[in-house]
């Protein structure tokens, strides 16, 4: 086990790219499972799950409320959960110290924040489904999205019997129609300048890693993932120099046999994983 953080260590000392696929799985291992009725799922969305019926924050994004105050209400509790106040969770602290100085892009479909709250830059960071911080009209009528930090804050403060304010109910500066988190709940996602923005800024990336080290880290990702895992394996297919790394748990783990030779496979909590590493790198 060891050799093999060591030889990851030396993959990362010596790429000259650094392409991050991330997924729930990296989610879970900081505490933020969507998919779980658990005791932090409970804590902080207690009143939702008793009055809806729904068991985990996917359900409760994907749900059908009845008004504006109590659909804002939720999106305002989940933007709190996640970001609101928040400082970076130690895996994510640990990935960033792990590849800070190298010449790194992130692609991700977690819509928490959390790479740029650990201090990933922005121009680096391709969130494919969104973020929990914007909003944009839920009728696209503009390719715009917009800072949500405030009115988000403000509406997960007042909100009182799962209702916030109406007052405080953002509407499209533009058309006046409801606005929404930019977050892919629906198909009124919005792929905009920004979201086209950021995805040149990675297939730049990609094509300025041709023919060079190429190292890709993928964190909790599952094994069928078409969205982001695909092609970062045909991308190691087909780059000469690239190899692929991939941290997991157990039946989640999955390197097909066209990359089997470049990869290397972690199986394990990815908290600890990441945080072994570090150590390891500051020994
Ligand atoms: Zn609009």
């Known amino acids: 086990m060891e050799e093999k953080y060591q030889e990851i260590l030396e993959k990362i000392k010596k790429a000259d790219s650094i392409l991050i696929g991330a997924s729930n799985g990296l989610a879970i291992s900081e505490g933020y499972n969507i998919f779980a009725d658990d005791s932090s799922f409970q804590e902080h969305f207690g009143e939702f799950r008793q009055k809806y019926g729904f068991r985990n924050i996917l359900q409760g994004a994907f749900y059908s409320y009845p008004s504006e105050e109590e659909r804002w209400a939720f999106f305002s ?52 489904e969104g973020n929990i911080r914007y909003l944009q009209c839920s009728d696209g009528c503009l390719n715009r999205i917009y800072k949500g930090n405030e009115i988000l804050s403000k509406m997960e403060q007042e909100q009182e019997n799962g209702k916030v304010p109406s007052n405080l109910i953002p509407k499209c500066p533009e058309c006046g129609c409801p606005m929404q988190v930019h977050v892919e709940v629906d198909r009124s996602f919005l792929r905009g300048e920004v979201w086209q923005a950021s995805f ?36 190691t297919s087909v780059e000469e120099n690239a190899s692929y790394i991939t941290f997991n748990r157990g039946s989640e783990l999955y390197i097909p046999d066209a990359i089997a030779s470049k990869s290397i496979a972690v199986d394990g909590d990815i908290a600890e994983v990441i945080e072994h590493l570090m150590q390891l790198k500051q020994a």
């Open 77 to 128: 509790r989940m933007y709190a959960y996640f970001v609101n106040n928040k400082e970076a969770s130690p895996v994510m602290k640990n990935l960033y110290e792990l590849v800070k100085d190298k010449n790194y892009f992130v692609v991700t479909s977690n819509t928490d924040s959390h790479f740029a709250l650990a201090g990933f830059q922005k121009e680096r960071l391709f969130e494919i």
């Open 200 to 235: 040149q800024a990675y297939k730049d990336f990609i094509e300025k890693a041709h023919g060079k080290r190429l190292v890709v880290l993928e964190f909790g990702i599952g094994a069928r993932n078409q969205l982001i895992k695909a092609p970062l394996m045909k991308l």
